[in-house]
């Protein structure tokens, strides 16, 4: 999928956005220009090109991530009638909006819109893609060097997103907790010196006690592994530590998924996930950052070895947990990865999960829940309203933890209570978070995927939180 300027082919469509109350080259109803519809305007002589129009609203109400859906819709709609190659022309105006903001936005959206998992496809799989063309004399507020730097900035977070996509998409008969711990070896160890790779397995998550993951872990063939990858540009810079949790397949334990179709329990790694993308845009961009994620790996699995309802795991900093439902693992082994980070000398920490689907029932699946600390909560969900990976800040409602106790040992895993299960699980968590840590909470299981395609996401992995994690540790480092 290439992306061209004042290429000397001529594209066989052209893409305009289309503005309420605002006049459009071409014939088009005012419904047509509403927020989300896309119309073919088909040439009516071999002299003219057929026309996408995308409707954006009024323009005073565009944000960025208008600009991407639109460019995702604009980028599928040209893939499925099969055209080779759009040229997005731009009508300048008076906007809230930079240039080059808006070019980045739409090269993210199209790039992420042409997106396909077709890994397992076979008659099915779409071999075509769709070049963007560009005129570099529609962009006048930036000069060549700038709309170069643009693209190649735009490209980066889309391939960061790619990352994440592939991964949660990714089956479980390839991607289990052995292979998934080779793969980031493999990937964040090539050529690069600024980047470490430590998997802890085996005699080590003992000697660390991660009883978490040794016990979640117990039932599958594969190892559970915590995966500790270091970037450090900037050692100087206080760490900041990404943890993601990697279930790799979560069938529920003992505990067992009982659904007609569970093929979703493949994406219970989307927090990973999100933490690589992340990290690989960092890397890409070659920031000056001082970040490590930490990834605790593992299926949740039944068999003859697997923990047991009523099992009770010690962790290192006293506190031990009573196995209330094996089906509430996620916390179980970001537990010992929080624990981790503040061994290893982080000074922030962001936990990311896709933890309960009672964050979905309370926000839908457009926008994930944060809680913990204010001043990182509010970076973040201003990050996100920035980027399109949205969040909402959650209450921890200090008198749920009741909810929390165990009758013969300091915790339960999973709440006495059949409400506000979201929050009592960031609860659990925040026991296991040490006083020099800032850190909050993100639970993202409403957001991993979309059942149909939206915007600039095909039905699947929607890549959510690549960007989002990315942006807030440049900020950070900036600041």
């Known amino acids: 999928m290439n992306i061209l300027f004042d290429s000397a082919n001529g594209a066989d469509t052209l893409i305009y956005l289309a503005y309420e109350e605002e006049a459009f080259p071409l014939r088009l109803g005012e419904a047509h220009k509403q927020s989300g519809s896309v119309t073919w305007l088909y040439a009516r002589s071999e002299e003219e090109s057929d026309v996408i129009a995308i409707g954006m609203g009024k323009r005073r109400a565009l944000t960025l991530e208008k600009v991407r859906r639109a460019a995702g819709s604009a980028a599928r709609t040209a893939l499925r009638e099969g055209r080779n190659s759009a040229s997005f022309v731009r009508r300048t105006a ?15 959206g199209w790039l992420l819109g042409l997106y396909r998992f077709q890994t397992y496809r076979g008659v099915t799989k779409i071999d075509i893609s769709v070049d963007l063309l560009l005129q570099t004399a529609d962009w006048p507020e930036l000069t060549k060097l700038e709309l170069e730097v643009v693209l190649s900035t735009g490209r980066m977070r889309a391939e960061g997103a790619v990352v ?28 690069n010196a600024a980047v470490k790779v430590h998997v802890y397995r085996g005699q080590e998550l003992v000697d660390l006690q991660m009883n978490g993951l040794l016990a979640v872990g117990a039932g599958s063939k594969h190892s559970p592994a915590l995966v500790e990858i270091r970037y ?18 979560d069938l529920g334990g003992m505990n067992v998924k009982t659904a007609s179709d569970i093929s979703d329990a493949r994406m219970d790694m989307g927090g990973a996930a999100a933490v690589l993308g992340a990290l690989d845009i960092l890397v890409r961009n070659q920031a000056h950052v001082n970040v490590t994620a930490l990834i605790p790996v593992v299926d949740n699995v039944p068999d003859a070895e697997a923990v047991l309802p009523s099992s009770v795991i010690r962790y290192p900093n006293g506190l031990t947990v009573q196995v209330a439902n094996t089906d509430g693992e996620g916390r179980l082994i970001i537990a010992d990865a929080l624990i981790h980070a503040a061994n290893i000398g982080a000074t922030k920490v962001i936990d990311i999960a896709t933890l309960t689907g009672n964050v979905g029932a309370a926000l839908g699946l457009g926008i994930a829940g944060i809680w913990g600390d204010g001043e990182m909560t509010q970076s973040l969900v201003e ?23 165990s009758n013969y040992a300091d915790l339960r895993n999973v709440s006495t209570s059949p409400f506000a299960g979201a929050i009592t699980a960031a609860l659990f968590i925040r026991r296991f978070v040490a006083e020099s840590l800032s850190w909050v909470h993100i639970d993202m299981a409403g957001t991993v995927q979309y059942k149909q395609d939206v915007g600039y996401s095909e039905a699947g992995a929607t890549g959510y939180g690549a960007r989002l994690l990315a942006d807030y540790v440049m900020k950070q480092a900036q600041q």
Do not use: C
């Open 94 to 108: 008076e906007s809230n909006i930079s240039a080059a903001d808006e070019l980045q936005a739409w090269i993210e």
């Open 164 to 191: 994440a996509r592939d991964l949660v998409n990714e089956v479980p008969g390839t991607l289990n907790p052995d292979r998934f711990a080779e793969w980031m070896v493999e990937y964040f160890e090539r050529d």
């Open 232 to 249: 450090e540009s900037n050692p100087e810079l206080p760490m900041l530590a990404l943890v993601g949790k990697g279930v790799t397949f």
């Open 383 to 405: 990050i996100g309203e920035r980027n399109g990976e949205r969040l909402w800040p959650m209450p921890l409602m200090d008198e749920y933890e009741v909810d929390l106790r």
